[in-house]
């Protein structure tokens, strides 16, 4: 199984987890309301699925709040994941 490696980035007071597949860079905003860059976020998410399995780690887990939620937040990503991969396999879509 690959693991992606993730940062949690700042612009402009705003904070997102950046998630590197390779070529692509996956950006999911945590501090403000941004339904249709999560919804983006979770369509490549699902697009690197049918690749094959992976995880993500956070690559520094520091100690203020935004890391410690985005640990968490890749913690319970990383179950629908593997969920989600396990489905699609499932039906033969992967």
Known sequence: METLRATVESLDDKYFIKIKTGDEEISIP??????????????????????????????EVGEDLFSLVANEYLTQLNRDIKEVHGEMKHYGLV
């Open 30 to 59: 945590m501090s403000e309301d941004s339904p249709n860059d999560v919804k983006s976020a979770f369509n490549k998410i699902i697009t690197r699925i049918k690749v094959g399995e992976f995880q993500i780690k956070l690559e």
